[in-house]
Every structure is written in structure tokens, then in C-alpha cells.
């Protein structure tokens, strides 16, 4: 019942702020909400697009719950997204004409959730060790991944001819990953999406490890007392959120671009750190809250096309829910 | 002024904390609300004080209903509430600390006006903290004192004491005590909360005894403690005794053992314990059993010296080893170092006993809370947070986590802030592992407790064991002395 009247005050709460902001800037809010579905509901070539923020949303939101359940604030992981497109790339780079296409694809997939795993395994060892705090040491991260993706396209791997902002050479067509005919998303991405979901309810429902990370976050002075492993939950949590933050780096260089860009994340690990405030840390909201945001994002396209809006709408709106889920969750608990 | 709770009602959640009292609180009287822990007291006593709302009833100050939603609220109307740990600010100077929760504080601090004001009072109730010293450096005692100040210069006319008595010297009790009869001669009301039946008789004038969130009693003095304790249970509790030892082989020995933990050291202690031992350890807060206990729970790692465990050197390894070898700490607070505030109780029963299996046994563990539950007579639901509980339940909670022989069980303050009843069960419970082999070394603040039930005694002073010997050699009188500092002489 109360979750209910919260999610209710919320969704009145940021409803009438964005159609104020929108009536300051001139716009009728009804336009605006109908663009937004059109963006995502009107066709299947539209939904399609949905669906394919959603995936990666998912998996790399389903990572950070485990490191959020422990407290730990996981802002490494757009690094970690970036580092699983560079393992993928090396890989199409490297083995693309050794191999047949799947191994290939198989290998890569391997890489890049073995560097994300290992780049966040960094930020935790940095904590452990020498006691940096994982957002200064997942901040600094960040920069340096940006920094060897940029690094990449303009250096080593820069396009026959000349460098470009638009990222490598195409990977070839062959380890493209295979769409069928008509689909615009695969049919596999999604049912990984959706084993990476059921496996993270799994774990936190039945298994000791997501209990485990449940005490040592909710009281680590405790978890000492109980004998239970501080450090090494750390860097395993860490290590899951890695590995599935390298898997949507992988999703978004094999589904999405076929190549290495600059902005290879699309930011998907700061939305997904939103995703799972929003849900406040439990597993159950996260599909729903993801589908939400991925339709925000493409619907957010439509506006500059149909209403000459910015499309950083989107962006304001999922920012407004944001804050006032936290607002309202706040209050409601200190009254 | 007069003070009238009218069929005051509490809903936490489905726990109903207060089942419609109705008091009288008279100018000018001593008030004491008595009962055990989880009785409604400090709900009550939250709720007169503008910290909690009520759920239903009515509040009359002299005849007349009134509303307030926050402390500052209440004290505007007079009403001003001690809390078993005091409001101040440790960063900040006594007159600083005094002069900010005042109604008019002035925008720079401290004027003479203040000055004054604190020394007179000070002067007016024989306290003896001087205006300039960090509240950090001032014991419990003396920030209740400073606490009491402030109430009085920011015009309670009604003061609320929250179990005042703990955590404090007798001499300091004194000193409270005398300050509060003063307040009530000069038409004060005061209203002290307390379990402890010694300090409700010593000071007040009429009790009220509350008992599962309703007043059952409401009795005047002069007091007989029979009845009291007859309102607040039901039944009068036996007193603990000793139970006989039989020595069995060295379960812990420490070989000069320095080592610190938090603010707090222990300096070249040597300690033995044997099987089925009972051990009460002594001393004032800070003087290095809180670290002691630490070390022999393998929370703290010694910096000089050895541990043994059945004569094997443990010196450096990870609690995790010692608790397998089944040591167990049930340390002081509990909520911060012994359970998890946000996991169920079922969650708790799952981590304490589901093994080292990859999967939890859900069904198992759920039979096994109810179970436990039920032996240690936790009052809640499996899928209650332990936040939720009170005091003496969550001291159930942590006790029921321990498996069904421990080798050596180490406890800090194992019956703070408890009743009487359930502190008789505790150690009920205890002395029944001491007999089947369990040796047990427990901290305590409350000499007649370490006196009744220990077979040895331990005393701190200044980081270092300064006594350490058999019930029967000593004396109540030679350990306080000692805890003081005073062996010296």
C-alpha cells in the first residue's frame, strides 16, 4: 500500500514538473507525450529500437545491483563498458580472419567480459589496498578508458586514410552478429538479457552470496563480527559488475556500431546507475524502470524531427524521475 | 505544570507499542515510569517529547489540548526530554554545545551573558563542568549535566529523563538525583524512565507501570518492591547464582598481548581461560577490555605478544578461523557491531546457521527461526528487521544465533540495557553452556553482576590486567578500587 501511494506521488510529482518545464519553453505537453509514443510504440521498426537500448540496460543495470548491494558505488562502470568494446575490437581486429565468424564472436565475447572484469576488479583492489574510495578511483578509470578508446581510433587502429571522430574501420560483415531477416534486434541478445535478469533474481533470492552481500552492505562491522569475508566480497561483487558492464560494451560493439566509436558506452553505465536508484537496489523494478528509460531514450529522438525540441528532453525527464523518487523516498521514511 | 496523556495509542507498522495509556503527570512531583524493556516507556515518553507522532489520543498541558510535531516544538511549551544519549555536539565546547540549543543563541558564540548564565547554574546544581572543555573529553554523566543546564536555561518547566542511571558513576547519580529534587521543589515536573527499581524508589513520588504497551499500575509512596516488580512482570524473578565449575582443560591463553582497537589499548596483557570458566572481565569504558575482547574474538590482531587456542598459536589469523575453532563475540551494540538492521530475522538464522552451502535451504531455515524464536522467546516475525526489535529482543536475537556449544563465548555487556527478568534468563541460558563445557568471558559495567555470576574476575586499569583472581579472594570493594586506579596506593 505505501509502495503504491509512493510510486503514485512520484509519477504525479514528476508528470506536473515536466509539463511545467515544457509550457515554460513554449510546448504543448500533450504534443510532447504523443511524440514519445509514436517514437516507440507506432511500428515494430520503432519498438525494435526499444528494445535494443533495453538490452544492454538490463545487463549492465543487473550488474550493479550486485556492487549497490554491497554499498559500493560502481561509477567505473562506463570504463568497464568501454574496456569490453576494446576487448571485442581487438579481437575482430585479430582472429577475425584466423577463425570461423562464431568463434570468433565467442572469443571476443570472452575478452570483453574478461577486461571489464578485470577493470573493475582495479577499482576494488584500489579500495582494499590502499583505501580509494571507488567513486574517485572509478572516475579516474573512466578518464583513462575514454582516453585509450580515443587513443585507439586516432592511433593504432585509425581508418585507412584518415582518423575520424566516427570511429574504426567497420568490423568485416561476416562477424557481424547475425540478425534474422526482418527482426532489427537479435532474438539471442534478448534471451540473454533475460537469462542475465532471472540469473541476478536467482542469486539474490536462493543463493548465500547474495545474502552475503546483502549483511556485509547493510552493516560491514557486523559481517566481521560473523566471520564473513569483507574484502573478497568486494572484489568478487566487482568483478560480476565488470563482467556483465564488458558484455554491454560487447552488446554495443557487435549488435549496435560494428566498429569502435568514441562515445561507444551511449552512456548506458550512468543511465543504468539511475536505473537501479530508482529501483532502489532490488532486482524486482529493474526490467520495468529499464524499459522506461529505453523508451524515453528513443522516443527522445522524435522531438528535434517532429517538434524542432532538443532531444536531451529525454535525458531532463529521466533526471526528473530520478530525483523525485529520491525525494519522495526520503521523506516518506523520515516522516 | 500539569500534564494529562489521554488514551494514547502507537502503531509501528502492525506492532502496537502503545495500547491506550491515559497518566497524570502532577507540578511539582517526581514522576517514574517503570517498566521492562519493550513495555511502551520510551514510545510514550518519545511521543510526550514532540519525537514521535501518536497514532491516536490526546495530549492537555494545564487543561488545555495541544499539538506539537518536533522537540523544538514541545520545549516551546515547556516540555523538554534526556535522551539515554545526550543531544550534544562532541566537536564543540561544553558553552558552545550549552549555548547553541538555546532559544535566542547569539550569532557569536560564547557571550558573558551565556558565561554567566552556565556558571550560575552549575554553581545552583553543584555540577562541576567547566564552560570551556570539549564535550568529547566529558564523561556520560556530565553531558546528562550539561544536557539538564541547557533544559532548564531554554525554560522546561517539564523534564523527561530517559533512563539516566546508566553508563554512570554512583556518585554522579547522587549529584543528578539531588539536582532533580531541586527542580521538582522549584514546581518542576519530572518524569524519569527507568527498569531499575532501586532508582524509581530512591527518587520519585508516585510510579506509573507500564507492561505490553498499557499502564497497569499506578502506585505511590512509600514503595514496596514486591508489588512493583509484581506490576511490572507478573511474577517476581528468582535472583541469578553462581553455578558450581568444573575446571576443565585451557581453552585461551594470551601471552603478553599488546594491541589496540578504535581509541582504546591493551598493554602486555597476559589471560587464561578454561572450559566451562566463567569470567567476569571489570572496568571503567575505554580502559581496554573493549579490546581485550576483540583480540580473543580475532576482530583486533595483536601488534606484540601470542594467542593461543587449545595450544595452538592463532596470533594474526582472520576471525573467520576463529570461529570456526567456535569462538563467538556478542559485542555491546548491537545494532552497529552485532546484527543487521535492514535483514529479517529469517535472513539473520540463514547466515548464522545455512552452512556453507551455495544454495540457502529456505524452508529449513525457516523452521529453524521459528524454532529459536520460540526457545529464546524473541517477540516478532520471521520477516521482521531486526531494527525493529527492542532492546532485550535483539539481545535474544543475537544470543540465538550462536550454535549449541560454543568453545569459548566472549560478551560485552551482555544485560545492558535490560529488565530484569530477561537479564535472569539470559544468564540462565549462559550458565547452562558454561556447564556443558562453554567457557565464557564477559564484560560488565555492573560489579554486582561480574560478583554474581563469574567465577574469576579480571580487572582493567589503563590498558593493563591489574587484577585477576578467584570470586572468593576478593572483595566488590578491592575491584572498584582497582578500576579507579586506586590498587596503586
Redesign the interface.
Given at each position: 500500500m505505501d509502495r503504491v501511494r509512493t510510486i503514485l506521488t512520484v509519477v504525479a510529482i514528476s508528470t506536473l514538473t515536466t509539463c511545467g518545464a515544457l509550457l515554460i519553453v513554449g510546448t504543448n505537453p500533450v504534443d510532447v507525450f504523443s511524440a514519445f509514443f509514436k517514437g516507440t510504440f507506432s511500428s515494430w521498426r520503432h519498438f525494435a529500437h526499444v528494445i535494443n537500448v533495453w538490452i544492454p540496460l538490463v545487463i549492465c543495470s543487473c550488474g550493479l545491483l550486485f556492487t549497490f548491494s554491497l554499498g559500493l558505488w560502481n561509477i567505473g562502470v562506463e570504463g568497464q563498458i568501454m574496456l569490453g568494446a576494446v576487448g571485442t575490437a581487438w579481437v575482430m581486429r585479430h582472429l577475425a580472419d584466423m577463425t570461423n565468424p562464431t568463434v570468433t564472436l565467442g572469443i571476443a565475447f570472452l575478452m570483453a567480459c574478461l577486461l571489464g572484469a578485470i577493470w573493475a576488479t582495479l577499482s576494488g583492489i584500489l579500495k582494499i589496498k590502499s583505501n580509494v574510495h571507488e567513486i574517485f578511483s572509478g572516475l579516474g578509470l573512466n578518464f583513462v578508458a575514454q582516453a585509450l578508446v580515443l587513443w585507439l581510433i586516432f592511433g593504432p587502429w585509425k581508418r585507412p586514410g584518415v582518423a575520424s571522430m566516427s570511429g574504426t574501420r567497420p568490423f568485416p560483415a561476416a562477424v557481424w552478429f547475425p540478425v534474422p531477416e526482418g527482426w532489427r534486434f537479435s532474438p539471442i541478445a534478448l534471451v540473454a538479457a533475460l537469462l542475465v535478469m532471472g540469473i541476478t533474481a536467482w542469486i539474490f533470492i536462493?543463493?548465500?552470496?547474495g545474502?552475503?552481500i546483502?549483511?556485509v552492505g547493510?552493516?560491514s562491522?557486523?559481517?566481521?563480527?560473523?566471520?564473513?569475508?569483507i574484502n573478497g566480497n568486494f572484489l568478487l561483487a566487482m568483478a560480476v559488475a565488470g563482467f556483465l558492464a564488458g558484455m554491454t560494451g560487447y552488446y554495443q560493439a557487435v549488435f549496435v556500431y560494428h566498429r569502435l566509436i568514441p562515445a561507444i558506452s551511449s552512456n548506458y553505465g550512468y543511465l543504468s546507475l539511475l536505473v537501479v536508484m530508482l529501483a532502489q537496489y532490488r532486482w524486482t523494478p529493474v526490467p520495468f524502470i529499464a524499459l522506461l528509460f529505453a523508451m524515453l531514450h528513443v522516443g527522445s529522438i522524435q522531438l528535434p524531427l517532429t517538434l524542432n525540441l532538443d532531444s536531451s528532453l529525454g535525458g531532463v525527464i529521466q533526471g526528473i524521475l530520478v530525483l523525485t523518487t529520491l525525494g519522495v523516498v526520503h521523506f516518506r521514511r523520515n516522516s | 505544570m500539569n500534564v494529562i496523556l489521554r488514551n494514547i495509542h502507537k502503531f509501528y507498522g502492525p506492532v502496537h507499542a502503545n495500547r491506550g495509556i491515559s497518566v497524570t503527570f502532577r507540578e511539582g512531583t517526581i514522576h517514574g515510569i517503570l517498566g521492562e524493556n519493550g513495555a511502551g516507556k520510551s514510545t510514550l515518553m518519545k511521543i510526550l517529547a514532540g519525537y514521535t507522532p501518536r497514532s491516536d489520543g490526546q495530549i492537555l498541558i494545564n487543561g488545555a489540548p495541544v499539538d506539537y510535531s518536533s522537540p523544538g516544538e514541545a520545549l516551546k511549551y515547556g516540555i523538554g526530554m534526556l535522551y539515554q544519549d545526550p543531544l550534544d555536539f562532541p566537536a564543540l565546547t561544553a558553552i558552545e554545545s550549552f549555548t547553541i540549543g538555546l532559544p535566542e543563541t547569539p550569532i557569536c558564540l560564547p557571550s558573558k551573558h551565556f558565561v554567566k548564565l552556565f556558571e550560575e547554574l552549575t554553581r545552583r546544581f553543584h555540577f562541576s563542568i567547566r564552560p570551556e572543555i570539549p564535550v568529547e573529553y566529558l564523561t556520560v554523566g556530565e553531558r546528562q549535566q550539561l544536557e539538564i543546564m541547557r533544559l532548564v536555561a531554554a525554560g522546561a518547566q517539564f523534564i523527561i529523563l530517559d533512563e539516566p542511571t546508566t553508563g554512570i558513576s554512583i556518585r554522579q547519580k547522587e549529584i543528578l538525583f539531588d539536582a532533580l529534587r531541586q527542580l521538582a521543589s522549584s514546581g518542576r515536573t519530572i518524569v524519569l524512565v527507568s527498569h531499575k527499581l532501586e532508582d524509581v524508589v530512591n527518587l520519585c513520588s508516585e510510579v506509573y507501570i507500564l507492561r505490553q504497551g498499557k499502564c497497569v499500575g499506578h502506585v505511590a509512596a512509600p514503595f514496596s518492591k514486591a508489588e512493583l516488580l509484581e506490576y511490572m512482570f507478573g511474577q517476581i524473578p528468582p535472583p541469578v547464582s553462581r553455578c558450581i565449575l568444573e575446571k576443565g582443560a585451557t581453552v585461551l591463553w594470551m601471552d603478553r598481548v599488546s594491541a589496540s582497537w578504535k581509541k582504546t589499548t591493551m598493554i602486555r596483557c597476559s589471560f587464561r581461560v578454561r572450559q566451562g570458566e566463567i569470567v567476569g572481565v571489570a572496568g571503567l569504558e575505554g580502559s581496554g577490555q573493549e579490546t581485550f575482547l576483540r583480540v580473543a574474538a580475532g576482530i583486533a590482531t595483536p601488534h606484540e605478544g601470542d594467542l593461543y587456542l587449545d595450544r595452538e598459536k592463532v596470533t594474526g589469523r582472520k576471525r573467520s578461523y576463529f570461529k570456526n575453532r567456535g569462538i563467538y563475540f556478542v559485542p555491546n551494540d548491537r545494532l552497529a557491531e552485532g546484527l543487521f538492521p535492514d535483514l529479517s530475522l529469517m535472513d539473520h538464522y540463514a547466515i548464522a546457521f545455512g552452512g556453507s552451502s551455495w544454495l540457502i535451504p529456505w524452508k529449513t531455515i525457516e523452521e529453524l527461526a521459528r524454532e529459536r524464536m520460540e526457545t529464546f522467546s524473541i517477540k516478532g516475525q520471521v520477516v521482521s528487521k531486526a531494527a525493529g526489535l527492542s532492546g532485550g529482543n535483539q539481545q535474544r536475537l543475537l544470543l540465538s544465533l550462536l550454535p549449541a556449544n560454543p568453545r569459548l563465548l566472549l560478551l560485552e555487556d551482555p544485560t545492558r540495557g535490560l529488565d530484569v527478568e530477561s537479564a535472569t534468563w539470559i544468564w540462565k541460558y549462559l550458565q547452562n553452556l558454561a556447564q556443558k563445557g562453554t567457557a565464557i568471558v564477559f564484560s560488565s559495567r555492573d560489579l554486582d553482576e561480574v560478583f554474581a555470576v563469574s567465577h574469576r574476575i579480571t580487572a582493567f586499569f589503563e590498558g593493563r590486567i591489574a587484577l585477576d583472581a578467584e570470586v572468593n579472594t576478593t572483595t566488590v570493594d578491592e575491584v572498584q578500587k582497582t578500576i579507579a586506579g586506586l590498587f596503586r596506593e
Open positions: 536462493s543463493t548465500r552470496w545474502l552475503l546483502r549483511a547493510n552493516n562491522r557486523a559481517a566481521e563480527v560473523h566471520g564473513i569475508s | -
